[in-house]
Every structure is written in C-alpha cells, then in structure tokens.
C-alpha cells in the first residue's frame, strides 16, 4: 500500500508545485498486475498465519492477543485498501523511480516490476533487487543503504 500512496503523494506535490527529484517504490507490485495477497484468508487465525510465514510479525508476537487485537484490524484496513485502489495511468510522475524489492519477496512478481514504467513522465523505472523477504526493509544490508545514500547525494548536487 505505500507504493500508491507514495505515488499519489508524489503526484500532488509535484502539482502544488513541488520538486520531488525521487520515488521508490518498494515491494510492490504495478497496478497493472494481479495483487499476490492472502484473499483466502478470511478468518483471523488464517490471515495471522500468512503474516507469520511473510515475516511481518514474529511468531511471539502472533501468540499475544492483545497485540493481535490490535493488528489485524490495520492489517485488514490496509488489505482492502490494497485491493480497492485504483489509481490510474495518468498518476505520473516527473521524479524519476527507483523500484526496489526483496529477492525473496512472495508478494512481488520481480518480472512485472518494470511496469512501474508507465507511471513515470520519462516513462522509465529503475529495478533492483536486494537480499531479504517483503520485510527487508526491517534489517537493510549495506547493499541497500548504499544505493539509498547515493540517492540522497545525487538530490543534494
């Protein structure tokens, strides 16, 4: 989900008459393809279970209610959301892109990921692949902090 709202973010302050140098997107599919998440998963104990297997909450965590009380209904939230968005091609955007995901990710098909193109002025996205899981923003290896530090270098030039 927070690829399109950073994609509509990007869109509307480049409106209002903002720079925006960057946007990257990361781990997530174009629109233009079929959302890979857990639909079949309707019961709670169903969809805890995906977020266990995904990495997004440790087994421990699953195991306190109070805890899930709280998630599942951010999880759900953000799930339909996910599934109702329906930006369109004409969300481009100036600032180039910058589409970065997990190797191992389950979530994201690594061959569609240049779609993210068509929704680029300059009609062109770049694509890299680090090591790690949809959650791989969680742990980043240097691989990753470097290519963010250069991003940031190359917005202060």
Do not use: C
């Not at 480049?14 to 925006?20: H, K, N, R, T, Y």
């Not at 939230?77 to 100036?94: F, K, N």
């Amino acid at each position: 989900m927070g690829a399109f709202v950073a994609l509509e973010a990007t869109r509307l302050a480049e409106q209002s008459g903002a720079a925006v140098s960057n946007l990257v997107i990361s781990g997530s599919n174009p629109l233009s393809v079929d959302r890979l998440l857990p639909r079949q998963a309707t019961d709670d104990e169903s969809l805890l279970g995906w977020l266990v297997e995904l990495g997004g909450i440790e087994p421990e965590v699953a195991a306190e209610p109070e805890l899930i009380e709280f998630i599942l209904p951010l999880v759900k939230a953000d799930l339909d959301l996910i599934e109702t968005y329906d930006g369109t091609e004409t969300s481009r955007v100036v600032a180039d892109l910058l589409v970065i995901y997990g190797r191992n990710d389950q979530l994201v098909d690594p061959e569609s990921l240049a779609g993210w193109s068509r929704y680029s002025a300059e009609g062109r996205a770049e694509v890299v692949e680090f090591p790690g899981n949809h959650f791989y923003l969680g742990n980043p290896g240097p691989e990753l902090l470097s290519r963010l530090a250069e991003l940031v270098q190359d917005t202060r030039k």
